[in-house]
C-alpha cells in the first residue's frame, strides 16, 4: 500500500496551494480518506476527512478555506486551501481508513511566509 502526498511548497500569507494524494494497493473507492498536519513540536490534527459516499468534515478553523476532493476513478484525494496564513504551516499527510485498516502517507511540508 503507498499513498503519495504532492503539491506542498512555499506560499506567501493569503495564498493558495493544492494537495495531492496517490493512492496504490487499496479499493480506494471503499476508503475513507482524510488529511492531517502536523506543525513542529505539536501533535498530529485533522484537517478534512471525505467518506466514500462523497461526506465531508473539516476542523472548524479550516472551514471556508479548505476544501477535500477525491477522485476514485484516479485513487486520488485532494485538499485546495485558499487563504493560507502563516498558522497553516505543517507536514500534511495523506491518511486512509476503512474498518480497522489505517495507511498513512509519507506526507508533503507546507510552509507559509508572513
Known amino acids: 500500500v503507498q499513498l ?12 493558495s496551494l493544492r494537495l495531492s494524494c496517490a493512492a496504490s494497493g487499496i479499493t480506494f473507492s471503499f476508503y475513507r480518506m482524510g488529511w492531517y ?9 485533522l484537517v478534512a476527512h471525505i467518506t466514500s459516499g462523497g461526506s465531508r468534515n ?10 477535500i476532493s477525491r477522485d476514485n476513478a484516479k485513487n486520488s484525494v485532494y485538499l485546495q486551501m485558499d487563504s493560507l496564513k502563516p498558522e497553516d504551516t505543517a507536514v500534511y499527510y495523506c491518511r486512509a481508513d ?10 508533503t ?6
Open 58 to 67: 473539516y476542523e472548524d478553523s479550516m472551514k471556508g478555506r479548505f476544501t
Open 98 to 107: 476503512y474498518a480497522t485498516l489505517v495507511y498513512w502517507g509519507q506526507g
Open 37 to 45: 498536519r502536523q506543525a513542529p513540536g505539536k501533535q498530529r490534527d
Open 4 to 15: 503519495v502526498e504532492s503539491g506542498g511548497g512555499l506560499v506567501q500569507a493569503g495564498g
Open 109 to 114: 511540508q507546507v510552509t507559509v511566509s508572513s
